[in-house]
């Protein structure tokens, strides 16, 4: 049986991101405060079909500019599932342009340990996009 679809559901890319260190700026060639890191995709996310890789740093969403994991999602405030933007990405320290068909926040989450869609390990959800934290200290330690 279907479930009628959540009409208040976020518009989401499916990815993990990570705020670049200078070091990580350096590797991935990225200039002052540019760019975020794309740590994970989700298979069969809006970003997985439109070409995005884990590696990939996003400079730029639609005319927005991105230096931090907060200007993804607020750029990604503007739209809703369904809709494309086009994304702007440093890979291989080369500009690249993706178009992407935006998905849902609950279509492309991540499975937590307890298999429930919608939340990171660390118990936010960022309209399908996640912040990197490490386990540690999330009750998710391993001996």
Do not use: W
């Amino acid at each position: 049986m279907l479930e009628p679809a959540d009409t208040n559901d976020k518009a989401a890319l499916g990815i993990r991101m990570q705020a670049l260190t200078e070091d990580l700026k350096e590797a991935f060639g990225a200039d002052g405060s540019q760019g975020v890191l794309i740590s994970q995709v989700i298979i069969g996310s809006a970003a997985s079909q439109a070409g995005l890789k884990a590696g990939d740093v996003v400079v730029g969403i639609a005319d927005q500019s991105i230096a931090s994991i907060s200007d993804v999602h607020g750029a990604l405030e503007n739209y809703k599932p369904g809709e494309t933007l086009s994304l702007a990405v440093l890979r291989d320290r080369q500009k690249e342009y993706f178009q992407v068909v935006l998905g849902t926040a609950s279509s492309s989450s991540f499975p937590t340990p307890y298999g429930t869609k919608g939340q990171s390990y660390h118990n936010h959800d960022f309209h399908g996009l996640h912040g990197m934290m490490s386990k540690k200290g999330c009750g998710m330690e391993t001996d």
